[in-house]
């Protein structure tokens, strides 16, 4: 009996094995979520500048003491611009200070982007060569983290947040980190 015979049917095997693999592992919805290996650890340090008072750098040192949700944007996102609205909404109940991170801008479209939209920040600070980002892990705007106030990560959201996620996700979080205080 020639082996050489069965080789393309083993082959063929093993690659209806794989594509069965394959298509049994995208049943899973939460496929393309990214586990960020912040969550649980000191967010990363920085010193940027905050966009809206020159010459003043805003470390992470000095958020700490309170919870804090930083947002990542930018006003060359489309997402951002959709999410905004949602995160204005969230920033107005004052239960969290949010955060602005805006990443890789130029600082005028930045501030003509915050006046045109509204800022729902209490500070916006400058990723302007997106140096920091790397630090956080952010490979993309709109991203948003949420911060204890001992400085430790405990959720990360990619994409524009939603009244869905807000309420589903980063509000279910945020309760336990105030009933640890």
Same mark, same amino acid.
Not at 22 to 34: A, Q, T
């Given at each position: 009996?020639?082996? !050489?015979?069965?080789l393309?049917?083993?082959?063929f095997?093993?690659?209806?094995v794989l594509?069965?693999?394959?298509?049994w592992?995208?049943?899973?919805?939460?496929?393309?979520?990214?586990?960020s290996?912040?969550?649980g650890k000191?967010?990363?340090?920085?010193?940027?500048p905050?966009?809206h008072?020159?010459?003043?750098?805003?470390? !992470?040192?000095?958020?700490?003491g309170a919870?804090?949700?930083?947002?990542v944007?930018? !006003?060359?996102c489309p997402?951002?611009?959709?999410?905004?609205? *949602?995160l204005?909404?969230f920033a107005?109940?004052?239960?969290?200070? *949010?955060?602005?991170?805006n990443?890789k801008d130029?600082?005028?479209?930045?501030?003509?982007?915050? &006046?045109?939209?509204g800022?729902?920040?209490v500070? *916006?600070v400058a990723?302007?060569?997106?140096? !920091?980002?790397?630090?956080?892990g952010?490979?993309?705007a709109? &991203?948003t983290?949420? *911060?204890?106030?001992?400085g430790?990560?405990?959720?990360?959201?990619?994409?524009?947040?939603?009244?869905?996620v807000?309420?589903?996700?980063?509000?279910p979080e945020l309760s336990?980190?105030e009933?640890?205080?």
């Amino acid at each position: 009996m020639n082996k !050489s015979r069965w080789l393309p049917l083993a082959v063929f095997a093993a690659l209806a094995v794989l594509l069965a693999a394959g298509v049994w592992l995208s049943r899973n919805p939460d496929r393309e979520k990214l586990p960020s290996p912040l969550i649980g650890k000191p967010a990363p340090a920085f010193s940027l500048p905050v966009l809206h008072e020159a010459g003043r750098l805003l470390t !992470s040192q000095e958020l700490r003491g309170a919870p804090y949700l930083l947002n990542v944007w930018g !006003s060359w996102c489309p997402a951002c611009r959709d999410e905004h609205p *949602v995160l204005t909404r969230f920033a107005e109940t004052k239960r969290l200070r *949010v955060i602005g991170f805006n990443w890789k801008d130029e600082h005028a479209d930045a501030l003509r982007w915050l &006046e045109q939209y509204g800022n729902p920040y209490v500070v *916006v600070v400058a990723d302007y060569d997106g140096k !920091s980002a790397i630090d956080w892990g952010i490979y993309g705007a709109p &991203e948003t983290f949420l *911060v204890d106030g001992r400085g430790i990560v405990r959720w990360k959201f990619v994409g524009p947040l939603t009244d869905k996620v807000i309420t589903n996700e980063l509000l279910p979080e945020l309760s336990k980190i105030e009933k640890a205080r």
